[in-house]
Antibody, heavy 121, light 107 residues
Framework: EVQLVESGGGLVQPGGSLRLSCVAS????????MHWVRQAPGKGLEYVSA????????YYANSVKGRFTISRDNSKNTLYLQMGSLRAEDMAVYYC??????????????WGQGTLVTVSS | DIQMTQSPSSLSASVGDRLTITCRASQNINNYLNWYQQKPGKAPKLLIYAASSLQSGVPSRFSGSGSGTDFTLTISSLQPEDFATYYC?????????FGPGTKVDIK
């Protein structure tokens, strides 16, 4: 069964840091681009970041650029999101998702269950 | 960045109803459009990719259509398990923008 399990969320003060992890199983992790998407409480989905299969290419939304770093360890089947200079507006459930791509089009499937990041003093 | 809009933002419907949700992109995105379903407290689930391709395991009452800037998600006969929020997403650019969502609840 293809599965993604996030961890690392929790309560952090404004300006603080946190590292999220996403462990993959049931598929060849090193063959897929991986993504992070977040959802603030009661709000819609916001795309955060992506990393290519070998880690050589990354993408960040403007809202997190310079503060967040995406990385992966293919030997551990694990995706990471290092979050720094956290703000109240970063408070959200963070989902990791596997990227699928065919003929130039992309989609996300499956998604992990999410991990909640709370930014508060 | 490509902006995505959805209409309506919410609707009330009954079991058995035929439902259509519209998604519009701010520029031409060809057929690079996905639809997801999200239930409260759960992760989003892929329904449709590339505008009209049904994801494996998704019931055939779900269908997608459109290209360019205008897209629709149709549920042919609403079932109790379909009450959820639906999001479109463009994959034309790496900003992978989502629409604001359409919440479908019980009339």
């Amino acid at each position: 069964e293809v599965q993604l399990v996030e961890s690392g969320g929790g309560l952090v003060q404004p300006g603080g840091s946190l590292r999220l992890s996403c462990v993959a199983s049931g598929f060849t992790f090193s063959s897929y681009t991986m993504h992070w998407v977040r959802q603030a409480p009661g709000k819609g989905l916001e795309y955060v970041s992506a990393i290519s299969s070998n880690g050589g290419s990354t993408y960040y939304a403007n809202s997190v650029k310079g503060r967040f770093t995406i990385s992966r360890d293919n030997s551990k089947n694990t995706l990471y999101l290092q979050m720094g200079s956290l703000r109240a507006e970063d408070m959200a459930v963070y989902y990791c998702a596997r990227g699928e791509a065919v003929a130039g089009t992309n989609w996300f499937d499956p998604w992990g269950q999410g991990t909640l990041v709370t930014v508060s003093s | 960045d490509i902006q995505m809009t959805q209409s309506p933002s919410s609707l009330s419907a009954s079991v058995g109803d035929r439902l259509t949700i519209t998604c519009r992109a701010s520029q031409n995105i060809n057929n690079y459009l996905n639809w997801y379903q999200q239930k409260p407290g759960k992760a989003p689930k892929l329904l449709i990719y590339a505008a009209s391709s049904l994801q494996s395991g998704v019931p055939s009452r779900f269908s997608g259509s459109g290209s360019g800037t205008d897209f629709t998600l149709t549920i042919s006969s609403l079932q109790p398990e379909d009450f959820a929020t639906y999001y479109c997403q463009q994959s034309y650019s790496t900003s992978f923008t989502f629409g604001p969502g359409t919440k479908v609840d019980i009339k």
